[in-house]
């Protein structure tokens, strides 16, 4: 799945050629930000440091490095598998995090979906998850869709090839997506449940938007085969005019971009 596996040093006082290559392209620039005039690097744990600040500076990068960051303890997360049963990173949400979701879940008696580029990465890597998701999926949004509370935004330029964080304000910023599912809510109580839980995340402040939905294009999920369907509806409708799926395929790629807590069939991933 894309992640990057770093070799450690042979001695505590040496680091991988690429690792010193990397340190050379970059340390001038952290340098500079943070005015600093030297960056220690004699070691693994030393160099993690500096990745870690570099990180933070970017605010912006691509999936290979967001993966080598989270296997370096560097960047928050937690093991997942997508509906499909491929293991995940969950990309900026801790196990407690995630811990937090699954308890308001219970706590409200709903099912979540999970959805966007931190449940299975920047949309360049969804592409080559599956041929629907290739032809489907742009790789520039123009417009972030309103939530329970978000407004929503137009006239973006949102790249989707990359993870981004630019804070919890900025649209442009990786947010997650999260859908209730629940078989006795009435409409009111769907977007009141999804007020009160997009307030309550926003309030934990985890560095980027966590946006909640009772409900997607005006419909409400009864069960996650009902959100599959207007889901399989919403990619079919994303594809080229010439480019055609049966209704399975289709199905198949859309359970690649989602994880769903407190419903039948959800577990956690392993990514060792």
Known sequence: MGVCRGQEPDSAHELPHLMMQTFARDSEQVMRVCN????????????????????????????????????????????????????NYLLGVSQVGLAELEQVARAYETGLVLIGSRVSGPRVRQRTLHP???????????????????RGAEGLEIDK??????????????????????????????????????ERFAAMDWGFPVHFFGGLRGEYFRNEAHFQRQGVAYLRSQLPPQVCFPEQEIC????????????SGTRSGDLS
């Open 36 to 87: 600093v005039s030297h960056v220690a690097c004699s070691n693994t744990d030393a160099y993690r440091g500096f990745l870690s600040m570099r990180i933070k500076l970017k605010r912006s990068y691509r999936y290979e490095e967001i993966c080598a960051s989270c296997q370096h303890g560097e960047y928050p997360f937690s093991r997942i598998c997508a509906a499909s049963g491929r293991a």
């Open 252 to 263: 198949i790629a859309l359970k690649e971009l989602y994880f769903a807590i407190n419903l």
């Open 161 to 198: 090839t990359v993870i981004k964080d630019f804070g919890t304000d900025d649209p442009r910023s990786s947010d997650l997506s999260v859908v209730l599912v629940q078989a006795h809510f009435s409409e009111e109580r769907f977007c009141q449940v999804a007020t009160e839980l997009e």
């Open 132 to 150: 629907v998701l290739e032809a489907a999926l742009p790789l520039l949004e123009r417009r972030r869709a309103p939530s329970a509370v978000f």
